[in-house]
């Protein structure tokens, strides 16, 4: 499978936003249930939050609940991260990936493939 593209990491002071990009092909996209998960150095692969294909329902990890949206764009073939009320502890790498199993949550990232190579978040003042 073709490796989904993250883009739109940078360096944001806390209480700021981001919006993060994933960009892949439409039978991806279009077709796949997408999530996003982040990774801090010396940390595991956490889950941040999924948007299922059809009718582009979304769920959510308590971490980023309220905060966080995701946001499908078919006509970008894109899936997008609006990240609002950041939080230094959301500083990490941020990576989106394509569920190819039944069972698309909770994010578990064996369930996962076509992996970006992510794309760096820090929230500093």
């Known amino acids: 499978q073709m490796p989904l593209v993250e883009s739109g990491g940078d360096l944001v002071q806390p209480g700021g936003s981001l919006r993060l990009s994933c960009v892949g092909p439409?039978?991806?996209?279009?077709?796949?249930?997408i999530a996003w998960f982040r990774q801090s150095p010396g940390k595991g692969r956490e889950g941040v939050g999924i948007i299922y294909r059809g009718a582009g329902g979304t769920d959510y990890a308590e971490a980023v609940n309220g905060r966080f949206a995701i946001t499908r764009d078919n006509a970008k073939n894109a899936v997008e991260l609006q990240m609002t009320g950041m939080k230094i502890e959301d500083t990490a790498t941020y990576y989106c990936a394509r569920c190819k199993s039944r069972t698309c949550w909770p994010l578990s990232p064996p369930n996962y493939d076509s992996w970006g190579q992510g794309t760096q978040v820090t929230v500093s003042s």
């Open positions: 439409e039978s991806t996209v279009s077709n796949y249930a």
